[in-house]
């Protein structure tokens, strides 16, 4: 099961002892990597921790870009914020021993996917009245929005999640995204009309299931 991540959510993994970063959509935890090679070649990655460095290499084969150095008239890494862990130096006469698996290409390194697109939705306790409006990836099946609502209750497990349709009470499935389950987002929408995208949030309604003749 893929996990999807927030841009946010990323962006605060960004210093040595928790560092991740996004490549071509796969979002690694290279903390680890960081621990273990201390120093200089550490310095760009930490710098780039909680964004993006999809542009240091190629989409379609994820390997590192390379360009001609137009001095010496060879093909050497392109590296704009400086060389990196498990890369070769770009000087051929600076022999090291090659890396068999550079991290970029380890999977192990790989803690899920960002999201294309996020929404934020309405939670509503139809037991306890409280709401909570959180983000959440488009991606995301609502056993995962179930388990991003642990923060505010942790027993949402035992809640049936419900939404409001044409004035009936249309119970959610567990494995199906918000989309797939007839809920779309519409921020879009009231962003262009000037109208308070929160004014308008999908309004989720969860039933503890020992009180589900309230539904």
């Not at 929408?189 to 539904?215: C, M, Q, S, T």
Request: aromatic fraction near 10%; hydrophobic fraction near 35%; include cysteine.
């Amino acid at each position: 099961m893929v996990k999807y991540y927030t841009q946010d959510e990323i962006a605060v993994h960004n210093h040595a002892d928790d560092c991740w970063v996004i490549i071509n959509e796969n979002v690694y935890n290279i903390t680890e990597l960081i621990r273990e090679h201390r120093g200089p070649l550490a310095v760009p990655l930490v710098e780039a921790g909680g964004t993006s460095i999809s542009h240091w290499f190629n989409s379609k084969t994820g390997d590192l870009k390379k360009y001609i150095d137009p001095v010496r008239n060879i093909e050497v890494p392109y590296t704009p914020e400086g060389r990196f862990i498990h890369v070769p130096p770009s000087d051929p006469e600076d022999m090291i021993e090659a890396v068999p698996l550079p991290w970029w290409k380890d999977s192990r390194y790989i803690v899920g996917r960002v999201s294309k697109k996020t929404m934020k939705i309405k939670v509503t306790n139809m037991l306890t009245r409280s709401e909570h409006i959180i983000k959440v990836c488009k991606e995301e099946t609502l056993n995962d929005i179930k388990e991003r609502y642990y923060e505010y209750n942790l027993n949402s497990s035992s809640y049936t999640w419900k939404i409001l349709n044409d004035g009936k009470f249309v119970t959610l499935k567990s494995e199906l995204t918000l989309e797939e389950n007839g809920i779309r987002d519409e921020s879009e929408d009231f962003i262009k009309l000037g109208v308070d995208e929160e004014a308008f949030l999908p309004n989720l309604l969860i039933y503890y299931n020992d009180d589900l003749h309230e539904a």
